[in-house]
Nanobody, 125 residues
Framework: VQLQASGGGLVQAGGSLGLSCAASGLTFSAYHMGWFRQAPGKEREFVAALKRGAGTTYYADSVKGRFTISRDNAKNTRYLQMNSLEPEDTAVYYC???????????????????WGQGTQVTVSS
């Protein structure tokens, strides 16, 4: 199983970036999917999640209204569209997938089984 995150880069504050997470070795539609990020010197934190099936979405308060998580099951890919970026959004962004049968806390790293390698997003002021 491999999750490949891509799309990071350098952008000015107020700009936009779109991240992709392509899966191989698993069928994304059978998994919940999450985006997390880790800024320098900080712990990794939840950003957004998309529930399998109905596709219900969840967002951290810090990104709500600015970020949008979406899916393309035909491409076995998940996306994170990031608008109105702020310097505080600078971090390495990770995608993750999980489908444990018991209670699934979308905001917790431990809920997810598979992780991508991360892609750097840098927002300049």
């Amino acid at each position: 199983v491999q999750l490949q995150a891509s799309g990071g880069g350098l952008v000015q504050a107020g700009g936009s970036l779109g991240l992709s997470c392509a899966a191989s070795g698993l069928t994304f539609s059978a998994y919940h999917m999450g985006w997390f990020r880790q800024a320098p010197g900080k712990e990794r934190e939840f950003v957004a999640a998309l529930k399998r099936g109905a596709g219900t979405t969840y967002y951290a308060d810090s990104v709500k209204g600015r970020f949008t998580i979406s899916r393309d099951n035909a491409k076995n890919t998940r996306y994170l569209q990031m608008n109105s970026l702020e310097p505080e959004d600078t971090a390495v962004y990770y995608c993750a997938a999980g489908n444990r049968p018991y209670y699934f806390d979308y905001t917790q790293e431990a809920s997810y089984t598979y992780w991508g390698q991360g892609t750097q997003v840098t927002v300049s002021s």
